[in-house]
């Protein structure tokens, strides 16, 4: 089930729609959130959005990886990552849930 992309120009309509804002303004409000989101990122600090999610930068480390082709190993040189947690309360709702998702810790898997 594969849906749309949403865009920077959807969630700057959804803010117009929504929070009745200009569409310069709430254009300028989305690019300011990402921007600082994408400042703190390139930091190296952890974005943590409340039942959203968080955006965490990892370092890895130098390691041998293998051409398929010739099979000659290559260096793949270290690098920084990012990843994305999803909240429990996030997962929850992609997958349907109906209700209050699980509580951390009460040993429900």
Same mark, same amino acid.
């Given at each position: 089930?594969? +849906?749309? &992309? %949403? ?7 959804? $803010?117009?729609?929504?929070? !009745? ?22 930091? +190296?600090? &952890? %974005? ?7 955006? $965490?930068?990892?370092?890895? !480390? ?48």
């Amino acid at each position: 089930m594969a +849906g749309r &992309t %949403v865009t920077r120009a959807d969630l700057c309509e959804a $803010v117009y729609q929504k929070v !009745g804002l200009s569409r310069t303004e709430s254009a300028a409000l989305v690019e300011m959130v990402l921007s600082e989101i994408g400042d703190c990122l390139e930091r +190296g600090e &952890t %974005v943590k959005l409340s039942s959203f999610g968080s955006f $965490v930068v990892r370092d890895k !480390g130098e390691r041998v990886g293998r051409n398929p082709k010739s099979g000659q190993e290559v260096p793949i040189p270290p690098r920084r990552v990012m990843v994305f947690k999803p909240s429990n309360i996030l997962k929850h709702r992609i997958n349907g849930g109906e209700g209050d998702p699980p509580k951390a810790g009460n040993g429900a898997a």
